[in-house]
């Protein structure tokens, strides 16, 4: 089994990398259920596409000479099992596990006036990066490059958060990054923008999901 990734809204063309000889049948199923998508009969000049499977409606294209299958705009619910059966001389099966990962959102990156220590509210800038509906995603606080902390969620989430104290006057570079297998997201965090001037030092924690916080100002993506 092959395993494919490909961003929502993408193309992607699963290789049968066979020899298709004449007389060759090549049918293309889908899922569990193992629904027919397609089909080429060399020898009979056929080439069907069934494309009321799981709403592959105008997104199928078949190459009647090697028996790949493009799928195009591909969304989500896409993901899953495409199996090939090259049935000749002999039986050829090809197995591709393809997952559809939806496009990322841009973290927002929030002033946060619950979630501060007590002991150094006075001294430190509270802060929260948070997205919403997102599933197997990581959200990771940076200073340069440095990784300070992460939090990763695979199953859907209405709400990610998490928290970062920087001093006020601090000068170093802070970006928030929402991350999958394929693709991120950035927001960069502006200390001068968010924060007032005051000193202190840099600590961090996290929180995920149903945790409350207070937002003062948000910066939004450019």
Not at 157 to 162: I, Q
Not at 172 to 189: A, D, E, F, G, M
Not at 201 to 222: D, E, K, M
């Amino acid at each position: 089994m092959k395993s494919v990734s490909v961003m929502e809204g993408d193309s992607v063309t699963l290789l049968t990398d066979a020899e298709i000889k004449k007389d060759d049948l090549i049918l293309w199923r889908f899922g569990a259920e193992d629904s027919p998508m397609a089909e080429v009969n060399r020898s009979a000049q056929i080439i069907s596409v069934s494309e009321s499977t799981k709403g592959f409606k105008d997104r199928l294209q078949l190459d009647p000479q090697t028996g790949s299958l493009t799928v195009r705009n591909i969304r989500t619910d896409h993901s899953g099992i495409y199996k090939a059966q090259i049935i000749g001389n002999k039986m050829i099966r090809k197995t591709f596990n393809v997952t559809v990962y939806a496009r990322l959102p841009v973290p927002i990156i929030s002033r946060d006036c619950c979630c501060s220590s007590s002991s150094s509210s006075s001294s430190y800038c509270s802060l929260v990066c948070s997205v919403v509906n997102v599933s197997h995603v990581t959200l990771s606080w940076y200073k340069g490059n440095s990784l300070l902390s992460s939090i990763s969620v695979f199953d859907l989430s209405s709400l990610v958060s998490l928290h970062l104290e920087v001093e006020y006057q601090d000068k170093n570079s802070y970006s928030c990054v929402l991350n999958n297998h394929i693709s991120n997201q950035t927001q960069h965090l502006d200390i001068g923008e968010l924060c007032q001037i005051h000193s202190g030092n840099i600590s961090f924690y996290l929180s995920h999901q149903h945790q409350s916080f207070c937002v003062f100002t948000v910066l939004l993506s450019p």
